[in-house]
């Protein structure tokens, strides 16, 4: 009981004691250390609550509600003020934070996250309580996750404070922002650091599982490179900085610990411990440590609440860039945006479910989806007298939208859909799939179409997407267009689209579209054609500002001005 005791007060002093400060000044000895850091279980129970600190991907406040998506109406809350360009210093926090923590403006999480590591850093310096093995690998799984909280910080805010150092009334570390390549840097000496005391990978069904590895570091850098040598960080297109994204995407590749897992379903949705080569770092769960986002995201037929006043739909703006089944896309584009339909596509606007990419089934419940043995009606008659049971209609639990989730959702019926259920589908953070399209890019950057070719078909090659290749005809822009589509495709939901918009520079392009819905109308006193008529769920407005997040006010003025505000905020 004591144990138990003192563990409580120490990890709760290191999450909330702070007040949200980006300095804790909290004495070390509040907890006598003596009996924490000197106890191996106690040790190991403070380095488990680094994992939780990283957050998560599918909570209701997922990141994809922030681009074009997903199809939420953001009435006064998250992620509004990103759609609706008012984003501010002052409602940075309040608002996109909506409900939760969120996953957007994640200041205050990750420094708080970086506090911890510095203390159990600071602590294992002195502490001879762990195996020195064992002591070697936490402290370099501890580096991974310090690296990998600087890496978010980055790609949202630019350069930020570097804090190495357990703050105390007597060294209060500088406030003051490092720049970008000080802040890589450090990314950099602390994965060097992390490598060499790490596992290869854990696989789902280890023990170990959910922990860093060598794997993940090098996935890091594969991505961390890749965003730096994008037009947004790489201005002036300094190709060695492409080589260097190619070079690590590589390296990670030649490893051979990894492959692509042959069903893009199961990829996501199978329980924890089911066999998937393709995960390299996950957030993992069990049954006493589950989540709950099926039914923060499926329908009212299954007593899920994924509606939310029609904030749980799917973007039509998604839904138009899945290439049709003989490897067409749909629509021709044009920066980035659809415009016309492409003619060579067979695709047909009133039977726009037909015939495209197997990954459109298996990432959106669409009408006349079957979902777990349940055909979904979502039309509306065109009296909008009556209404299928799956149609916004029904229920505000039910999106307008016309489509929800699919991706991440249990197929297996076995499967109760209900708030008592653990959930235990792990949430990928990296896999060997943006690995892929990692390379693929910067290959094409660095004028290897035949490469990008290459790997992007790897991708479509997938035993259950089996979709044509992207043939040698397509070169160039259209190459690019391909790329960046294939990525929007493979990686929808998965955090990435909304850095990738931005690091391509295209989302003055595309974030200033509309977001759009899908309503479906049947003719319900005749033969019961349906009419499929596409609609704004919600206008949308970009301003450049929003390249990079705000840093709240408040934290501005605790820093007495040494801390300053990006561009334009």
């Known amino acids: ?279 390299i770092f996950a957030r993992n769960y069990t049954a006493s440590n589950k989540h709950d986002q099926p039914m923060l995201y499926l329908g009212r037929r299954w007593g899920a609440f994924g509606g939310w006043a029609a904030n749980g739909g799917i973007a039509q703006n998604l839904v138009d860039d899945y290439d049709m089944a003989n490897g067409e896309p749909a629509y021709i584009k044009v920066n980035h945006v659809n415009t016309t339909v492409n003619p060579a596509s067979g695709y047909d606007p009133q039977n726009p479910y037909a015939n495209r990419d197997p990954r459109l089934e298996y990432s959106i419940n669409h009408d006349e989806s079957v979902y777990r043995s349940s055909t979904l009606e979502m039309w509306v008659s065109e009296d909008g007298n009556t209404w299928g049971f799956d149609s916004y209609k029904q229920s505000n639990d039910n999106p307008e939208a016309g489509t929800f989730l699919r991706k991440f959702m249990p197929e297996d019926e076995s499967i109760v859909l209900d708030f008592s259920t653990p959930f235990t589908a792990p949430f990928i953070w990296f896999r060997f799939g943006e690995v892929y399209l990692n390379y693929a890019e910067a290959m094409f950057e660095l004028g290897d179409e035949d490469t990008c070719r290459e790997y992007i078909n790897k991708i479509r090659a997938r035993p259950t997407v089996n979709m044509p290749p992207i043939p040698d005809s397509v070169t160039g822009e259209e190459l690019r267009t391909r790329l960046y589509n294939e990525r929007r495709i493979e990686l929808a939901f998965e955090e990435h689209r909304y850095f990738d918009i931005r690091r391509w520079e295209i989302a003055p392009f595309t974030q200033a579209q509309p977001t759009m819905g899908m309503h479906i109308f049947k003719d319900v006193q005749g033969a019961g054609e349906k009419r499929y008529a596409p609609y704004v769920v919600n206008p949308t407005v970009w301003d450049d500002k929003l390249y990079f997040l705000p840093i709240e006010n408040a934290e501005i003025l605790r820093s007495g001005g040494e801390l300053t505000q990006n561009p334009d905020y």
């Not at 300095?23 to 403070?46: E, H, Q, R």
């Not at 290869?200 to 991505?223: E, I, M, W």
């Open 1 to 279: 009981m004591k144990n138990i005791f003192i563990i409580t007060i120490i990890i709760s002093m290191s999450l909330f004691s702070c007040n949200d400060d980006i300095l804790d000044i909290t004495p070390t000895d509040s907890v006598s250390a003596g009996s924490v850091w000197n106890d191996a279980s106690l040790i190991m129970a403070y380095h488990n609550t680094l994992y939780t600190g990283i957050g998560t991907g599918n909570s209701r406040n997922m990141l994809a509600k922030a681009t074009d998506e997903m199809a939420y109406k953001p009435q006064s809350g998250y992620p509004g003020p990103i759609l609706d360009g008012t984003l501010n210093p002052d409602n940075v926090t309040n608002r996109i934070n909506f409900g939760g923590p969120g996953t957007v403006y994640t200041w205050n999480l990750d420094y708080s996250l970086i506090r911890k590591i510095n203390v159990f850093l600071e602590q294992m310096e002195t502490s001879d309580a762990l195996d020195p093995d064992v002591e070697s690998r936490l402290i370099a799984e501890a580096r991974f996750i310090r690296a990998y909280m600087y890496f978010k910080l980055i790609v949202r805010f630019r350069g930020v404070p570097i804090i190495d150092e357990v703050a105390t009334q007597d060294n209060l570390p500088s406030l003051a922002r490092n720049t970008i390549d000080e802040c890589v840097a450090y990314i950099e000496a602390d994965l060097a650091a992390a490598l060499p005391d790490l596992d290869a990978a854990y696989h789902p069904g280890d023990g170990n599982f959910g922990r860093a590895t060598q794997g993940v570091c090098k996935a890091l850098q594969s991505r961390m490179y890749l965003y730096l040598a994008s037009p947004l960080f790489n201005t002036t297109n300094d190709v060695s900085k492409w080589q260097k994204a190619a070079d690590a995407a590589l390296d990670l590749i030649d490893d051979n610990t990894f492959s692509l897992h042959p069903n893009y379903s199961t990829l996501f949705n199978a329980e924890t411990g089911s066999p998937n080569n393709e995960i």
